[in-house]
Each structure stands twice: as C-alpha cells, then as structure tokens.
C-alpha cells in the first residue's frame, strides 16, 4: 500500500507542479491624446525705457599726416604729405619710379571741386643698355 500512497502522491506533486499553458494578452491601452499646456504667463508691467539716440555735434575734421620711406638698399623712395581743415583738404605724394625719375602728385579738395590734381616728374628717364644673359657653356 506505501507504494501505491507515495505514486498517488508524486502523481499529485507532478500534476500541481505543472506549467498550465499561459494566456497572455496585452493591456489595453487608451489611444495617446495630447494637448500642450495654454501659456499663462502676461508681460511684465515695467515702465518703457526713456532711451533717445545720441547726438553728436557736427565738428569738421582737422588734421595733418605725414610719412617718408628712403630705404637705399632695396630702392624704395616714396611719402606722403596731407592736411586737412574741415571741407578743406591738401597734400602731395611721391614715389621713385624705375626708370630714376620722382614721381610726384599734388591734390586738393575744396568743397565741390572734387579732388584735383596735378602730376609731375622730376629727373630724367634712365634705361640702361641691353645686356643679353650669357649663354650656357656645358663641358
């Protein structure tokens, strides 16, 4: 009789003991529905800025500039000279020109002249005789 107690009883066991096959179903879920939030916020209530724009005086310029390059090792030779007062404005620039002479212009602007000038050269035009470059001599 032990035997037939302990098989009835492992048949119990085995049969509590098993898997029932699971059924699963997901859940329902409600469709998504968004609506953003309505701002509420409102301006702040500060005063308007009492800002005005600048104002400048209108004062005409009034300078003088002037600068002089002579470098002998490498030829350079040029400057320029220019004052100003108000709508009134002078001045000259030079420059050494390759050939020797000196390049030299003088201008002015006056109100509604625009700018005039007048160019001149000082020096005579220099070419040195042709030398043609020595030819190769392969030994």
């Known amino acids: 009789m032990f035997s037939k ?13 098993r898997p029932e096959t699971p059924s699963y179903s997901p859940p329902a879920h409600p469709a998504p529905s968004y609506s953003p939030p309505s701002p509420s916020y409102s301006a702040p209530t500060h005063p308007s800025p009492s800002y005005s724009a600048p104002t400048y005086n209108d004062v005409p310029a009034r300078y003088y500039n002037q600068y002089a390059v002579n470098d002998e090792y490498s ?3 040029y400057g320029h000279q220019e004052d100003r007062d108000g709508y009134k404005t002078q001045g000259t620039y030079y420059v050494q020109l390759p050939d020797g002479r000196l390049q030299k212009v003088t201008y002015y602007v006056d109100g509604e002249s625009g700018y005039v000038a007048e160019v001149t050269y000082e020096g005579e035009a220099q070419y040195p005789a042709y030398q043609p470059a020595p030819s190769p001599s392969y030994a």
């Open 75 to 77: 030829g350079n030779n």
């Open 5 to 17: 107690v302990s098989v009835l009883v492992a048949f119990a066991v085995a049969v509590a003991a």
